[in-house]
């Protein structure tokens, strides 16, 4: 059985945010054992999975992607958006769109310290949809 379902996240500012709780509150009953795969809908944000206990692993990626990634290069040359979008498109390919997690005994099967994570690259993005894809 596959069940697909689209949920919207909240606005959050430009940064790395743990959006686990939000996600599993919007699931229906997970099966005893399977597969979720989430999908973010956008360009200049990501999904990845991480610490989810030490907010500094979070305040430290953000450090380290703006440190790889600056805003106001003047070699970019799409910048119609404002000076964080094609930043946050370059930040969004290497973060990724999607990511997979087993389900087992009805629970996503993540390890003791992770967490999804919502990576935001713009300074003033609206609400964020994902799709999610649950396998029986």
């Given at each position: 059985m596959i069940i697909q379902k689209e949920i919207t996240l909240a606005s959050y500012r430009k940064g790395f945010h743990l959006i686990t709780n939000e996600i599993q509150k919007q699931l229906p009953e997970l099966p005893q054992f399977g597969l979720i795969h989430i999908f973010i809908k956008h360009t200049s944000a990501g999904l990845s999975i991480n610490e989810n206990a030490d907010p500094t692993v979070r305040k430290d990626l953000d450090y380290v992607f703006n440190k790889l990634i600056p805003e106001n290069d003047p070699k970019y040359t799409h910048v119609f958006e404002g000076s964080d979008d094609m930043p946050a498109h370059v930040k969004a390919a290497i973060a990724g769109q999607s990511i997979s997690i087993p389900i087992t005994n009805h629970k996503l099967n993540l390890g003791i310290w992770q967490g999804i994570?919502?990576?935001?690259?713009?300074?003033?993005?609206?609400?964020r949809k994902l799709c999610i894809t649950i396998i029986n």
């Amino acid at each position: 059985m596959i069940i697909q379902k689209e949920i919207t996240l909240a606005s959050y500012r430009k940064g790395f945010h743990l959006i686990t709780n939000e996600i599993q509150k919007q699931l229906p009953e997970l099966p005893q054992f399977g597969l979720i795969h989430i999908f973010i809908k956008h360009t200049s944000a990501g999904l990845s999975i991480n610490e989810n206990a030490d907010p500094t692993v979070r305040k430290d990626l953000d450090y380290v992607f703006n440190k790889l990634i600056p805003e106001n290069d003047p070699k970019y040359t799409h910048v119609f958006e404002g000076s964080d979008d094609m930043p946050a498109h370059v930040k969004a390919a290497i973060a990724g769109q999607s990511i997979s997690i087993p389900i087992t005994n009805h629970k996503l099967n993540l390890g003791i310290w992770q967490g999804i994570y919502l990576c935001e690259f713009r300074n003033n993005a609206g609400n964020r949809k994902l799709c999610i894809t649950i396998i029986n």
